[in-house]
Protein backbone atom coordinates (compact mmCIF):
# COMPACT_ATOMS: atom_id res chain seq x y z
CA UNK A 1 0.00 0.00 0.00
CA UNK A 2 1.18 3.41 -0.54
CA UNK A 3 1.11 6.28 2.02
CA UNK A 4 1.43 9.05 -0.26
CA UNK A 5 -2.34 9.99 -0.49
CA UNK A 6 -3.74 12.05 -3.43
CA UNK A 7 -7.32 13.32 -3.97
CA UNK A 8 -7.62 14.72 -7.48
CA UNK A 9 -10.74 17.05 -7.83
CA UNK A 10 -12.53 18.37 -11.26
CA UNK A 11 -15.95 20.67 -11.84
CA UNK A 12 -17.66 20.17 -14.67
CA UNK A 13 -20.89 20.77 -16.27
CA UNK A 14 -23.63 18.30 -17.47
CA UNK A 15 -26.65 18.90 -18.94
CA UNK A 16 -29.53 17.39 -17.61
CA UNK A 17 -31.99 16.34 -20.60
CA UNK A 18 -35.39 15.47 -20.30
CA UNK A 19 -38.30 15.01 -23.17
CA UNK A 20 -39.59 18.01 -24.87
CA UNK A 21 -37.65 20.49 -22.56
CA UNK A 22 -34.57 22.37 -23.06
CA UNK A 23 -31.34 20.64 -21.00
CA UNK A 24 -30.95 21.95 -18.21
CA UNK A 25 -26.74 22.67 -16.71
CA UNK A 26 -25.82 20.90 -13.37
CA UNK A 27 -22.65 21.37 -11.93
CA UNK A 28 -20.92 18.36 -10.96
CA UNK A 29 -17.75 18.42 -8.90
CA UNK A 30 -15.52 15.19 -10.23
CA UNK A 31 -13.51 13.50 -7.71
CA UNK A 32 -10.81 10.61 -7.34
CA UNK A 33 -9.03 9.95 -4.35
CA UNK A 34 -6.03 7.00 -3.84
CA UNK A 35 -7.71 6.09 -0.73
CA UNK A 36 -10.67 4.47 -3.62
CA UNK A 37 -8.33 3.67 -6.43
CA UNK A 38 -11.05 2.06 -8.72
CA UNK A 39 -13.68 4.52 -8.20
CA UNK A 40 -14.45 8.30 -9.29
CA UNK A 41 -17.31 10.40 -7.61
CA UNK A 42 -19.65 12.67 -9.05
CA UNK A 43 -21.35 15.22 -6.78
CA UNK A 44 -24.22 16.29 -8.44
CA UNK A 45 -25.44 20.15 -6.95
CA UNK A 46 -29.09 19.39 -6.72
CA UNK A 47 -29.91 22.83 -5.01
CA UNK A 48 -28.77 25.63 -3.21
CA UNK A 49 -27.30 23.40 -0.46
CA UNK A 50 -27.79 19.73 -1.70
CA UNK A 51 -25.52 17.48 -3.56
CA UNK A 52 -26.15 14.06 -4.67
CA UNK A 53 -23.11 11.62 -5.01
CA UNK A 54 -22.78 9.13 -7.15
CA UNK A 55 -20.06 6.59 -7.53
CA UNK A 56 -18.48 5.16 -10.77
CA UNK A 57 -15.65 2.70 -11.90
CA UNK A 58 -12.85 4.24 -13.23
CA UNK A 59 -13.26 1.61 -15.83
CA UNK A 60 -16.43 2.17 -16.34
CA UNK A 61 -16.06 5.98 -17.28
CA UNK A 62 -13.05 5.28 -19.22
CA UNK A 63 -14.98 2.37 -21.14
CA UNK A 64 -17.94 4.43 -21.52
CA UNK A 65 -15.87 7.11 -23.79
CA UNK A 66 -15.32 4.37 -26.27
CA UNK A 67 -18.80 2.71 -26.43
CA UNK A 68 -21.73 2.07 -24.51
CA UNK A 69 -20.70 0.87 -21.05
CA UNK A 70 -22.29 -0.23 -17.72
CA UNK A 71 -25.32 -2.20 -17.30
CA UNK A 72 -26.61 -1.84 -13.98
CA UNK A 73 -27.85 1.67 -12.11
CA UNK A 74 -24.81 3.51 -14.36
CA UNK A 75 -24.31 3.68 -17.92
CA UNK A 76 -22.07 5.79 -20.00
CA UNK A 77 -21.89 5.80 -23.26
CA UNK A 78 -20.78 8.12 -27.00
CA UNK A 79 -23.40 10.75 -27.85
CA UNK A 80 -24.63 9.49 -31.39
CA UNK A 81 -25.51 13.22 -32.01
CA UNK A 82 -22.57 14.89 -31.11
CA UNK A 83 -19.44 12.66 -31.19
CA UNK A 84 -17.84 15.21 -28.47
CA UNK A 85 -19.97 14.46 -25.62
CA UNK A 86 -20.81 11.37 -23.61
CA UNK A 87 -24.38 9.94 -22.41
CA UNK A 88 -24.42 9.19 -18.48
CA UNK A 89 -26.94 7.33 -17.53
CA UNK A 90 -28.10 7.23 -13.60
CA UNK A 91 -30.95 4.86 -12.05
CA UNK A 92 -32.18 4.73 -8.25
CA UNK A 93 -35.38 3.47 -6.63
CA UNK A 94 -36.14 7.47 -6.94
CA UNK A 95 -36.24 8.37 -10.38
CA UNK A 96 -33.81 8.12 -13.95
CA UNK A 97 -31.88 10.91 -15.00
CA UNK A 98 -29.92 10.83 -18.55
CA UNK A 99 -27.22 13.84 -18.58
CA UNK A 100 -24.75 15.06 -21.31
CA UNK A 101 -21.02 15.71 -20.67
CA UNK A 102 -18.19 16.84 -22.05
CA UNK A 103 -16.11 13.43 -23.38
CA UNK A 104 -12.72 15.71 -23.30
CA UNK A 105 -13.28 17.24 -19.78
CA UNK A 106 -14.01 13.39 -18.61
CA UNK A 107 -11.01 12.23 -20.71
CA UNK A 108 -8.58 14.96 -19.05
CA UNK A 109 -9.71 13.93 -15.78
CA UNK A 110 -9.19 10.48 -16.61
CA UNK A 111 -5.73 11.24 -17.81
CA UNK A 112 -5.25 13.28 -14.28
CA UNK A 113 -6.20 10.06 -12.41
CA UNK A 114 -4.11 8.03 -14.54
CA UNK A 115 -0.77 10.66 -13.83
CA UNK A 116 -1.39 9.34 -10.11
CA UNK A 117 -2.28 5.69 -10.21
CA UNK A 118 -1.79 4.07 -13.44
CA UNK A 119 -4.39 1.91 -14.52
CA UNK A 120 -3.40 -1.93 -13.48
CA UNK A 121 -1.49 -0.40 -10.48
CA UNK A 122 -4.78 -0.15 -7.86
CA UNK A 123 -4.06 -2.89 -6.28
CA UNK A 124 -0.90 -1.02 -4.89
CA UNK A 125 -2.85 1.58 -3.47
CA UNK A 126 -5.57 -0.65 -1.31
CA UNK A 127 -5.02 -0.77 2.51
CA UNK A 128 -6.05 -4.27 3.13
CA UNK A 129 -5.66 -4.10 6.90
CA UNK A 130 -7.69 -1.53 6.70
CA UNK A 131 -10.39 -2.74 5.06
CA UNK A 132 -10.69 -5.60 6.83
CA UNK A 133 -10.45 -4.08 10.07
CA UNK A 134 -13.62 -1.51 8.85
CA UNK A 135 -15.85 -5.06 7.83
CA UNK A 136 -14.96 -7.00 11.15
CA UNK A 137 -16.42 -6.11 14.47
CA UNK A 138 -14.64 -4.55 17.35
CA UNK A 139 -15.48 -6.74 19.61
CA UNK A 140 -14.29 -10.06 19.55
CA UNK A 141 -15.98 -11.49 22.62
Avoid at 9 to 23: E, G, I
Avoid at 25 to 38: A, F, G, Q, S
Avoid at 74 to 83: A, F, G, T, W
Amino acid sequence: MRNDHVTLRSTAVFDLLAPQTPAVPVKVELRYDTRDPYAVVAAFRTGRAGWVEWVFARDLVADGLLAESGNGDVRIQPSLEDPECVLVELNSPSGHAVFEASAQELADFLDRTYDVVLPGNEHLWVDVDEALTRLMPNDRA
